[in-house]
């Protein structure tokens, strides 16, 4: 199987996942048909409830974890939500080889940036792309960045303050761009580069 290439966000809204989805919707990437929500009680939680789309909020709402996958061309997909605090994590995935190399994967980060500027506005605070994501969450959102690997985008809101935050050895190894109201730092690396992210910033 190809490298799960993925983004997570870190919202204040919680029904950004709706926005996420309609996306990947609109793009005929993901069908609603073809989707299955779970509802877990924590991550240890091996068998869940399905549940319908429609009871998403309440679940968050109860501080429960929502799982989705899908068949999608190629392979497979998911959208996992749940609350830290008073933060909705939402993490979006993709295992299919189309996304995993080259320009496929070049596409795809662009797809994660676009719902950022697109749907983000007051409520989203970060986020992140790549493959194979280890991302955790944290209180003080600089720690988030911090502690993380493997990602090769970053995109802070300007309101957020996050990156004023960031220490010099967290934005080592990263070029700051930007793009609408987001400060962006992307992975100084020859196969990024290749991407031309900074020209679609």
């Given amino acids: 199987m190809a490298e799960v290439v993925e983004a997570i966000y870190f919202s204040k ?10 996306h990947f919707q609109e793009l005929n990437i993901i069908e609603p048909k ?6 877990k009680d924590n991550w240890t939680d091996e ?3 399905e549940i319908g789309e429609e ?6 709402r109860d501080s429960k974890i929502v799982w989705t996958d899908c068949k999608v061309a190629k392979g497979y997909a998911g959208l996992n939500v749940e609350r830290k605090d008073n933060i909705y994590l939402l993490n979006i995935w993709f295992n299919c080889k189309e996304y995993s190399c080259g320009g496929g ?12 500027k697109k749907y983000g506005k007051d409520d989203l605070i ?4 790549g493959e194979e994501l280890l991302v955790e969450y944290y209180p003080d959102m600089a720690d988030i960045v911090k502690n993380a690997h493997n990602v090769d985008v970053w995109m802070f809101s300007k309101d957020s303050g996050v990156y004023k935050r960031l220490s010099a050895d967290a934005k080592k190894g990263y070029e700051k761009t930007y793009a609408g109201n ?3 730092l992307i992975k ?8 031309k992210l900074q020209a679609w910033c």
């Fill in 55 to 60: 009871d998403i909020a309440l679940a968050l």
């Fill in 105 to 116: 994967y070049g596409r795809l980060l662009k797809m994660f940036m676009e719902i950022a």
């Fill in 188 to 195: 100084k690396s020859p196969e990024i580069k290749d991407l």
């Fill in 34 to 39: 073809h989707m299955r929500i779970v509802q």
């Fill in 182 to 184: 987001y400060d962006v």
């Fill in 126 to 129: 970060l986020c992140g792309f």
């Fill in 47 to 49: 068998s869940g409830k």
């Fill in 13 to 22: 809204k919680a029904d950004f996942y709706k926005d996420i989805l309609l």
